[in-house]
T-cell receptor
Framework: GAVVSQHPSWVICKSGTSVKIECRSL??????MFWYRQFPKQSLMLMAT?????????EQGVEKDKFLINHASLTLSTLTVTSAHPEDSSFYIC??????????????FGSGTRLTVV | LAKTTQPISMDSYEGQEVNITCSHN???????ITWYQQFPSQGPRFIIQ???TKVTNEVASLFIPADRKSSTLSLPRVSLSDTAVYYC??????????FGAGTTVTVRA
């Protein structure tokens, strides 16, 4: 089945530093990947849509200069939280559509990254 | 984007069947209905997907009426490990999905 690997699973960083989160589709090519953020006891909030080879599309209210997304290949998308602050502490999750549209069986999600900014 | 509405929470006991209904009145022709399960501090996990009528796999069944304006996820004989948040999403391939609040299912012994 389609597998999405997300690393790291957790990270602690100091305020003001940057953190990169990787999302890889291991056994399929993902032309589109999505990045979500989830605060405790809340639902997933879509941050941006990442398309291979083009600029990401950010949802309203999400700072594109703070959350840098790169989708350099069909199997890798990265999210960099720049100049992180404690309010950026959250659970970040990526997802991708596996297979082709004809065989689509829903999105595959990464295991998530717990970011804590101290 | 088709908006979904589902109950905030449901309680059940081990061995019972749990049915969660999701409303999606403005579902589009190309939209599929997909259900995901999420445990704390984990990414959502695919449960089942359907377009119309009934779909069954090894973990659940999905019932979709002819008008497709709602769907019901059926979890047979739940166990404690089925305690999780269940999300109903509607959309087509490669299109961004918006998560609603989901349904928190609590299974008690």
């Amino acid at each position: 089945g389609a597998v999405v690997s997300q690393h790291p699973s957790w990270v602690i960083c100091k305020s003001g530093t940057s953190v990169k989160i990787e999302c890889r589709s291991l056994d399929f090519q993902a032309t589109t990947m999505f990045w979500y953020r989830q605060f405790p006891k809340q639902s997933l909030m879509l941050m941006a849509t990442s398309n291979e080879g083009s600029k990401a599309t950010y949802e309203q209210g999400v700072e594109k200069d703070k959350f840098l997304i790169n989708h350099a290949s069909l199997t890798l998308s990265t999210l960099t939280v720049t100049s992180a602050h404690p309010e950026d502490s959250s659970f970040y999750i990526c997802s991708a559509a596996g297979r082709s549209s004809a065989l689509w069986g829903g999105y595959t999600f990464g295991s998530g990254t717990r970011l804590t900014v101290v | 984007l088709a908006k979904t509405t589902q109950p905030i929470s449901m309680d059940s006991y081990e061995g019972q069947e749990v049915n969660i209904t999701c409303s999606h009145n403005n579902i589009a022709t190309n939209d599929y209905i997909t259900w995901y399960q999420q445990f704390p501090s984990q990414g959502p996990r695919f449960i089942i997907q359907g377009y119309k009528t009934k779909v069954t796999n090894e973990v659940a069944s999905l019932f979709i009426p002819a008008d497709r304006k709602s769907s019901t996820l059926s979890l047979p004989r739940v166990s404690l490990s089925d305690t999780a948040v269940y999300y109903c999403l509607v959309g087509e391939y490669d299109y961004k999905l918006s998560f609603g609040a989901g349904t928190t299912v609590t299974v008690r012994a």
